[in-house]
């Protein structure tokens, strides 16, 4: 079954989930996900969403944390529209049912690494899930957005799919939306849109040890670069520097570690090698607190200098009711690994968390390519820079599903959108999905590949190793896509090949270490690199 609409959105996370809401005051929407709706990286973020509501905080010094935490890359005007627009988006959480934390009637403000001020709004510790439950909700009641589960987008529809154009090499201009995997019924469908919204998330799952759900598989960043799209900034991943050690080993945590929020390093919880010692003190003067890159790279130093695997974050100091009341999600997982937190210390590890670069768009949302529009995870609008400041990504996601929304009303009014005929999915002459296991042991060394050479300390050599071995699986898995059904592991692989891919070709164009990006050959960073890494496929 295909169909047309006015609007696509790919992905059902706060940003996607958001910009719907918004774009259904207008015009129809389709949104469709890979799982189910409640499925996203948003639904796992626990600490909370930055924003200036105490009037003894500032825009300025909000501004001011999110610039020295990108360490020179940020956008300024950018930071400027996200920390100013902030409050009013967040009362637009609050108006649809959001529910977050208060004490003595206020909402209880806590602080995280790299804040100067206590910002942070939060539902407990599990203000993710809570902000997504209050969209759902008001998403569902909505009758001109329909959602489909179960879907995984392809491909975008563009000039390379016009029948007459199938083969030739020319430039993409123009979005008409996507070729999607109906995973239940396994058919291809084809959705035809005057306006596309990429909110599809994040890439975690490129990576050995991710704090990412299973479908995080970087698939609108491949799709956008494969279509031409420009792209930014991709060798900043951010390493989250406390995941739960061990926690794979509960069912629930099969394909992701279990996220020990910011909360608790700024609630007080104190990092300690295995012998019971503290060590930040060593790496920067706001310890614990130091911004996500410092904290991880100190405690991945730790780690290799002393053979350990995992360090400890302690917390048993403090007043174990309190404990419990505030960190009610993370005291019940830890209690299933035999762990009391209000008691013992709580063995952690970085994991790869979040992509501060991505799709790269203007201040309105626009990608380089006419009728698509990206917001959260998956785009880079420049807020970032080369270290995401805690808290930053849901505000971030907000504001620019907004200005996305806005955007998308405009160009529906001025551009007289005209679809042309493209033709569905052909997938006759291909084989049936007897090699699956070639696919699970291309995605696993893809994992690997990037977990050794390209995680949060590199080398030129690491670099160039996981090049070669990324090029290998590229040609493999590219032969066998060409010639299988499509299925949705596949499409993962390839779009896993993809994106290791345009994070190694960012990294070796940096030659200088700044905020994420730490490489042993050049150590220092360099005035000469004060600018985005840009790239663009030239594929077609």
């Known amino acids: 079954m295909n169909y047309k609409t006015d609007v696509l959105i790919i992905g059902s996370g706060i940003s996607g989930l958001f910009a719907a809401l918004k774009i259904s005051e207008f015009a129809e929407v389709i949104l469709i996900t890979k799982k189910d709706k409640t499925e996203s990286n948003t639904n796992y973020a626990q600490g909370?969403?930055?924003?200036?509501?105490?009037?003894?905080?500032?825009f300025e010094k909000h501004i001011e944390d999110t610039l020295i935490a990108g360490a020179g890359l940020c956008h300024r005007e950018a930071v400027e529209i996200m920390v100013k627009e902030g409050p009013e988006r967040?009362?637009?959480?609050?108006?649809?049912?959001?529910?977050?934390t208060k004490k003595d009637g206020k909402f209880d403000l806590v602080r995280e690494g790299g804040h100067s001020h206590s910002r942070i709004l939060h539902a407990k510790d599990f203000t993710g899930q809570e902000i997504e439950r209050a969209l759902v909700n008001a998403v569902m009641s909505k009758t001109n957005i329909l959602v489909l589960e179960n879907i995984t987008a392809i491909d975008f529809l563009t000039e390379h799919n016009l029948s007459e154009m199938k083969n030739s090499k020319i430039e993409n201009k123009n979005c008409w939306g996507a070729y999607a995997l109906d995973n239940q019924k396994n058919q291809v469908i084809k959705i035809q849109a005057k306006a596309t919204l990429l909110a599809s998330g994040g890439l975690g799952q490129v990576y050995l040890h991710t704090t990412n759900p299973k479908i995080a598989t970087g698939d609108g960043f491949a799709m956008a670069y494969r279509a031409g799209v420009k792209i930014a900034n991709m060798e900043f991943i951010q390493f989250h520097p406390t995941s739960?050690?061990?926690?794979?080993?509960?069912?629930?945590?099969?394909?992701?570690?279990?996220?020990?929020?910011?909360?608790?390093?700024?609630?007080?919880?104190?990092?300690?090698?295995?012998d019971g010692n503290t060590f930040m003190e060593k790496y920067d003067h706001r310890r614990?607190?130091?911004?996500?890159?410092?904290?991880?790279?100190?405690?991945?130093?730790?780690?290799?200098?002393?053979?350990?695997?995992?360090?400890?974050?302690?917390?048993?100091?403090?007043?174990?009711?309190?404990?419990i009341e505030r960190f009610p999600n993370i005291y019940n997982t830890c209690k299933k690994l035999g762990i009391d937190?209000?008691?013992?210390?709580?063995?952690?590890?970085?994991?790869?968390?979040?992509?501060?670069?991505?799709?790269?768009?203007?201040?309105?949302?626009?990608?380089?390519?006419?009728?698509?529009?990206?917001?959260?995870?998956?785009?880079?609008?420049?807020?970032?820079?080369?270290?995401?400041?805690?808290?930053?990504?849901?505000?971030?996601?907000?504001?620019?599903?907004?200005?996305?929304?806005?955007?998308?009303?405009?160009?529906?009014?001025?551009?007289?959108?005209?679809?042309?005929?493209?033709?569905?999915?052909?997938?006759?002459?291909?084989?049936?999905?007897?090699?699956?296991?070639?696919?699970?042991?291309t995605i696993k060394e893809v994992k690997h590949t990037m977990w050794d050479y390209v995680g949060i300390v590199r080398s030129n050599k690491r670099l160039q190793r996981a090049k070669t071995r990324i090029s290998i699986l590229y040609q493999e898995n590219e032969s066998l896509y060409k010639k299988t059904k499509i299925y949705n592991d596949i499409?993962?692989?390839?779009?896993?090949?993809?994106?290791?891919?345009?994070?190694?070709?960012?990294?070796?164009?940096?030659?200088?270490?700044?905020?994420?990006?730490?490489?042993?050959?050049y150590p220092e960073s360099d005035p000469d690199f004060l600018s985005d890494t840009i790239i663009q496929n030239k594929f077609y």
Request: hydrophobic fraction near 40%; include cysteine.
């Open 48 to 58: 909370g969403i930055a924003s200036v509501i105490d009037t003894n905080d500032s």
């Open 491 to 521: 499409l993962e692989a390839r779009n896993l090949i993809a994106c290791a891919y345009m994070i190694i070709k960012c990294a070796e164009m940096r030659k200088e270490s700044r905020g994420l990006h730490y490489i042993i050959d």
């Open 288 to 323: 614990e607190l130091a911004p996500r890159d410092i904290v991880a790279r100190a405690i991945d130093n730790e780690l290799k200098k002393r053979g350990d695997d995992y360090i400890y974050l302690d917390i048993t100091f403090k007043d174990s009711n309190e404990i």
């Open 90 to 100: 967040i009362r637009d959480l609050i108006t649809i049912g959001t529910q977050f």
């Open 244 to 274: 739960l050690y061990g926690s794979s080993s509960l069912p629930e945590f099969e394909s992701r570690t279990f996220l020990i929020s910011e909360a608790v390093r700024g609630f007080g919880g104190i990092l300690r090698t295995k």
């Open 341 to 441: 937190i209000t008691k013992d210390y709580i063995p952690v590890v970085p994991s790869a968390h979040y992509a501060c670069g991505g799709v790269l768009i203007d201040h309105f949302a626009r990608t380089s390519l006419n009728g698509l529009f990206a917001c959260g995870e998956v785009s880079m609008s420049g807020v970032h820079g080369a270290n995401r400041l805690a808290s930053n990504s849901l505000l971030e996601a907000i504001v620019f599903a907004e200005r996305a929304s806005k955007s998308i009303k405009e160009f529906l009014l001025n551009e007289n959108v005209k679809i042309p005929d493209i033709p569905d999915w052909d997938d006759s002459g291909t084989l049936t999905q007897d090699e699956k296991i070639l696919v699970t042991h």
